[in-house]
């Protein structure tokens, strides 16, 4: 069993959390004192940059200029100063799409429609210069050519919400999205399906070294350095961002890449979605391996490796978000508070793609008579030494191997253990003739059962024109059959299947705001945990142990450390390190 919390403060991870309420009163006091000193902090987080120059027709600053950003979608205006050179800076900008409107006195307004703000994008406009004239007339420029980031030398890739909805996701895992990115390469998995972090390698990056983060807070399971530890849908991300090198020292934690996604909001409109996507073996081809595995059963017949691995995965979902009237404080004009909520259901058995094949006992070896064993050229090899005797055990020289009733390799009754023949009684009988099937006398290919529910409930509030503030509450719950089992309890039998709960959860709630013309200050508090629990799956448990596999009087080093009763792990083979 393994269980794991990650408790995440701005950008802060720490390794060991002995107690939450202690790390939280240090979080806050943090907090606190930054407000106290109005110092800045660089911290990570998913709001981006904006910047530019008004300048009039003679290249002289406009600083009576007054330029706002607006959201269409939300409604919410953004106000920035101009200082008397004409720059200005947008220095807290939540990724959307926005529309610039610079105006002044005297001047025509200019518009500048279709800017694209990805998470923690730091982009220029260059110069804006406006025009003399009446605020009758707009000058309008629509920015549909990506803008260059020149007040950052990072190298990143930025995929929005529409897009990843148009794009076919093995998996459907916002994560895959980080593979489109140049230099960014899958290790040790065929495919992308079930990529996590760990798996996953930035220009010649360690796997150990990415970090991925879900709005803002690290969604990393630190236990294992993998994730992403809480999933989210691919239908309520608004985008994800993939920084893979040169990015600034904001970003701690990690020197390879950086994946950011941010989830979906509200909108000042309802909207919604209701979707569902379907995979099934009957469309797909057999594989390779199957169609040249060869193998027999007991009968002689063919195997029927021929039919194509089982694979049935269904996701069935919706979104719905808009605004929350408050009767008397809100009207559709002046919306202020906007909610999103979204679930997916998530049928999945996978297929195991290559056959099984292992040789288990047979039912005379179970017995204690080898005489019908064979090699593996598939010559009969009784040849068992009694170490009684002192004498050689060879096919020239008999007189040293076992014998009972004048049959080499029958071991008698009488010498045989009988924990270890309860050891063999675990094991399922051959299904197949080893002698047609390359020595293998058992073929299984038993798909895996991973099914997933996924819930988040997000909530955005523009208090004012200066603060703003937004929470959000996730939620997985995943309990799935693994007929193979797991990192522990692991076998290439299906006989013995493992179920593997594994819920998980996560919370954040942050704030930005503006204190005056130079001072931005954001704070963002994420919590997460996870909970693994592997045991013998609920048909097996009463099989599947000592009591009823008769090896309760197995000698065990330090019986009190076992918790459970189950049988412990058997490995076979050669030599252990340099004992006997």
Known sequence: MHRHADLDVSRCNPRVLVDYARAFKRATTAIALLVLTALPLAAQTTSGTVSGTVKDPQGAGMPTAVVTLTSPVTGTVLTAAVSKGGEFVFASVPPATYTLLVKADGFKPAERTKVVVNAADKLSLGTITIELGGLAETVSVSADVALLQTQSAERSFAVTGDSMQKIAVNGRGFFNMA?????????????????????????????????????????????????????????????????????????????????????????????????GYRRSSDLNANTWINGHTPGRDLKGNQLPYSIVPPLDQRDLGYTIGGPVFIPGKFNTDKNKLFFFASQEFEHRLNPQTTPQRVRVPTALERAGDFSQTRDNAGNLFPYIRDYTTGLPCSAADTRGCFQDGGVVGRIPASRQYGLGVNILKMYPLPNSDESLSQGFNYFTQEATSQPERQDLLRLDWNINPKWRASGKILNNKSDRLLPYGSFVLASNLPDYSVSYLFPRRAYSLSASGTLNNTTF????????????????????????????????????????AVQLDLPPRFQYGGRVANAP
């Open 179 to 275: 593979f489109l990115a140049p230099g960014v390469v899958a290790n040790g998995v065929s495919n992308t399906a079930g990529v996590e972090s760990q798996n996953m390698s930035a220009n010649g990056q360690r796997p150990s070294t990415n970090n991925v983060t879900l709005d803002g807070v690290t969604d990393v399971d630190t236990g294992n350095n993998g994730g992403p530890m809480v999933a989210v849908s691919v239908d309520s991300v608004q985008e994800v961002k993939i920084l893979t090198s040169n990015y600034q020292a904001e970003y701690g934690r990690s020197v390879g890449a950086q994946v950011m996604a941010v989830t979906k909001s509200g909108t000042r409109d309802f909207h919604g979605s209701l979707y």
């Open 521 to 560: 200050v954001e704070f963002t508090l994420g919590y997460s945990h996870n909970s693994i629990d592997i045991l013998p799956d609920q048909s097996n448990a009463d099989k599947f142990t000592k009591t009823k596999l008769g090896l309760s009087a197995f000698p065990t080093l330090y019986p009190g």
